[in-house]
């Protein structure tokens, strides 16, 4: 085998070694978002399931159903359902978060960071996934908001599924 040829075969095999590593670290997962009980325990929902281009987020009842279950990609820092991401929309405190085509945007990066037993999700700008004046009521919206300490409507439990 010539010089050559073994350096095409041993670049060939270093790509494959290279994407079989990262196809190992995505580690993609299915969960459903539930705030913490102080926050109202409830889960974020898409409205009716209607999984469609700017579509609003709101909580509700945890069930188990299809509009509950999100998947949340650690590596791109992603959370999608239906093939949409969460998107930040502008990423300044109080925009509503909503569903958008997933491009890899800012806005739509959410960072998985540990509080104890919960977890913030911090996206654009450094805001906070967060129910929006802090209700505890069913249909609340959610929006980017400048992240505190230990607010309990940002406090996130992710239940895998």
């Known amino acids: 085998m010539s010089a050559a040829a073994l350096k095409f075969s041993a670049a060939c095999a270093l790509s494959l070694l290279v994407l079989a590593d990262e196809a190992a670290c995505a580690q993609e997962f299915q969960t459903a978002l539930q705030v913490s009980p102080p926050g ?7 409205p009716g399931g ?11 009842d945890c069930n ?5 279950l999100f998947s949340y990609d650690p590596t791109r820092m992603r959370l999608a359902i239906g093939g949409l991401c969460l998107d930040a929309n502008g990423g300044k405190p109080g925009d509503l978060v909503k ?3 997933c491009d890899g945007s800012p806005g739509q990066a959410w960072r998985a960071q540990q509080k104890g037993e919960f977890t913030k999700l911090v996206g654009a700008g450094g805001l906070c996934l967060d129910i929006r004046y802090g209700s505890t009521e069913k249909g609340a919206p959610l929006q980017s908001w400048t992240c505190g300490e ?3 409507n940002q406090l996130w439990l992710l239940l895998r599924k």
Do not use: N
């Open 50 to 60: 209607a999984l469609v281009q700017d579509q609003g987020l709101q909580m509700m």
């Open 64 to 68: 188990g159903a299809a509009a509950q």
């Open 40 to 46: 109202g325990g409830h889960c974020i929902e898409v």
């Open 150 to 152: 230990a607010e309990p």
């Open 99 to 101: 569903l958008s085509t």
